[in-house]
T-cell receptor, first 113, second 118 residues
Framework: KNQVEQSPQSLIILEGKNCTLQ??????????LRWYKQDTGRGPVSLTI?????NTKSNGRYTATLDADTKQSSLHITASQLSDSASYIC????????????FGRGTSLIVHP | EPEVTQTPSHQVTQMGQEVILRCVPI?????FYWYRQILGQKVEFLVS????????KSEIFDDQFSVERPDGSNFTLKIRSTKLEDSAMYFC????????????????FGPGTRLTVL
């Protein structure tokens, strides 16, 4: 069964600090991995999308990495801001027939001043 | 900047009633999706729609659910006979290209409709 596990479940950091969120998956065959930011009560917003051949992708202060061999991804946030407080969701899609994406439960990030 | 819109923002209904959730995708997008998120749980894929037909559907998308693009702008999700467990936030999303294979198209999500079934 395809699964996406994220850690930590929640994280509290001080404004200006960096942090790294983890995503492990068992989805196979792999197509792409996406990171989303979801503010409370809002729809997810796409941060990065990576395919098998990509091992890093940046979007401003967000940098995602992918190791397709170990089936792990990370999202690194640099110089955190109060507005970074949100849930960060890892989503993995398979290829070869079914597109249906598998969502992780998300990491809840709180940035304190 | 174009965005996906959804109406209503909150829908309250009695168990067994039919509800229609409405979405207006971004105008030049070709692929449309519905997701749901039960309070405190992860987002779940329901269905994808392209060229006026369902492309993919999950196990959740059973016979009580249907989708339709009644005109050139709206995309709807109908739940025929709502159950208590249908209470959730329902998100519509759209993308310009296919969501299949190694496509890297971005999906744009709407703000969601919170459905409460009493």
């Amino acid at each position: 069964k395809n699964q996406v596990e994220q850690s930590p479940q929640s994280l509290i950091i001080l404004e200006g600090k960096n942090c790294t969120l983890q995503c492990n998956y068992t989805v196979s065959p792999f197509s792409n991995l996406r990171w989303y930011k979801q503010d409370t009560g809002r729809g997810p917003v796409s941060l990065t999308i990576m395919t098998f051949s990509e091992n890093t992708k940046s979007n401003g202060r967000y940098t995602a990495t992918l190791d397709a061999d170990t089936k792990q991804s990370s999202l690194h946030i640099t110089a955190s801001q109060l507005s970074d407080s949100a849930s960060y969701i890892c989503v993995v899609s398979a290829s070869g027939g079914s597109y249906i994406p598998t969502f992780g439960r998300g990491t809840s990030l709180i940035v304190h001043p | 900047e174009p965005e996906v819109t959804q109406t209503p923002s909150h829908q309250v209904t009695q168990m067994g009633q039919e509800v229609i959730l409405r979405c207006v995708p971004i105008s030049n997008h070709l692929y449309f999706y519905w997701y749901r998120q039960i309070l405190g749980q992860k987002v779940e894929f329901l269905v994808s729609f392209y060229n006026n037909e369902i492309s993919e559907k999950s196990e959740i998308f059973d016979d009580q659910f249907s989708v339709e693009r009644p005109d050139g702008s709206n995309f709807t999700l109908k739940i025929r006979s709502t159950k208590l467990e249908d209470s959730a936030m329902y998100f519509c999303a759209s993308s310009r290209y296919s969501g299949r294979s190694a496509s890297t198209d971005t999906q744009y999500f709407g703000p969601g409709t919170r459905l409460t079934v009493l």
